[in-house]
């Protein structure tokens, strides 16, 4: 199981390149974030939420409210071209502490 | 059936969003709950358990809206208090005293009367003092209305409306019993009726007019913000 610390930081990374894919709403963005990492990466609403409202003031991310067939209305998000630009250091810095633990540890397919 | 827009908007109450997203923001959330709640009665739990699971995603109400708050406005912390108290109460506190110092030099005279026996009663101070007493509920009133307009909570309201009392207590509650036993040039004859007399009289009395004016103004404020969420969402 992943550290607090360690979700925090990664929690960017993750809400990024999973909007890399396609523009998801707050709840399709957790589940899916949850299933890809099977369940070592899930938000609660304290975490997800605030981390979204800050990525687009940063112009990350962008919200718009749409109307799903059901009549309900969600807010959905997209990567912004500044969020496509952020993803690529990110995951850059990510990868290169990864494989530094890996060498450090002797572990491998971390 | 779960209502969970009500059901966020109660526990989100108060939420303080600059240009008004609380509203949207408790719909964003409803919505997620609702999704959630959903999709575990899909998954065959009972209406209870998908509910109570749903709302396991809050571990801490007052924890997420604070999150919300600090990741929506773009004011820092300590921008927040100097807005919401700093500010209200210097401004409050400079107003008093500038205040009382016009009344000493502009205002009434002082009252000179006749008392039985032939002698003039003087009182000066009363004078002074009943007049700075008559204006405090408006200065009270500006740092209320300062202090919630900068998103001030209840508490933050309360110390800058009644601020400029706080020098007073100070001298009370600290420099007079110290004065008394550090200083042997201060009278110690003071009786502890004119303590509380003093006491009473400038820091009592002045928290209770600045509260006058400012308890009303946070008292409307509050009905509007509320009347502003409830239509909103």
């Known amino acids: 199981m992943i550290g607090t610390g360690v979700k925090k930081g990664t929690a960017e990374l993750a809400i990024l390149s999973v909007l890399e894919d396609r523009p998801l709403h707050g709840y399709e963005l957790s589940r899916r974030i949850e299933a890809q990492t099977k369940g070592s990466l899930s938000f609660s609403l304290a975490a997800l939420y605030p981390m979204l409202y800050r990525m687009e003031q940063r112009r990350w991310i962008r919200g718009t409210w749409e109307t799903s067939s059901n009549g309900r209305r969600r807010r959905c998000y997209r990567l912004t071209p500044q969020g496509k630009k952020k993803l690529q250091p990110l995951r850059a810095e990510w990868l290169e502490l990864f494989s530094a633990l890996q060498r450090l540890t002797k572990v491998s397919n971390v | 059936m779960y ?9 989100l109450a108060g939420l303080l969003i600059e240009g008004g997203g609380a509203a949207q923001i408790v719909e964003e959330l409803a919505g997620h ?67 009382l110092a016009v009344i000493q030099i502009f205002g009434p005279t002082p009252w000179v009367g006749p008392m039985p026996g032939g002698r003039l009663r003087m009182t000066p101070v009363a004078a ?29 309201l309360f110390f800058s409306v009644v601020f400029p009392v706080f020098p007073y207590v100070a001298f009370f509650v600290i420099g007079l019993p110290l004065a008394l036993i550090l200083d042997d040039k201060v009278a110690h004859n003071i009786t502890l009726p004119a303590f509380f007399v003093g006491l009473s009289a400038w820091v009592i009395f002045p928290a209770m007019a ?24």
Not at chain 2, 3 to 11: A, G, H, K, M, S
């Open chain 2, 3 to 11: 209502d969970w827009r009500l059901l966020v908007q109660q526990r």
């Open chain 2, 33 to 99: 709950l609702e999704e959630s709640y959903q999709s575990l009665l899909r998954d065959g739990l009972s209406e209870e358990a998908a509910a109570r699971r749903a709302l396991e995603r809050v571990n801490d109400w007052q924890d997420l809206k604070r999150k919300l708050e600090s990741s929506r406005n773009k004011e820092t912390i300590l921008n927040k208090r100097v807005s919401q108290f700093w500010f209200p109460a210097f401004l409050t506190l400079a107003l008093s005293m500038v205040l």
């Open chain 2, 128 to 156: 002074v003092y009943v007049s700075w007493l008559i204006f405090l509920p408006f200065i009270g009133a500006l740092a209320a209305y300062l202090s919630r307009r900068a998103g001030g909570r209840t508490l933050a």
């Open chain 2, 210 to 233: 600045l509260l006058a004016g400012g308890w009303p103004v946070h008292y409307f404020a509050s009905r509007r913000l509320d009347a502003g969420q409830g239509s909103g969402s």
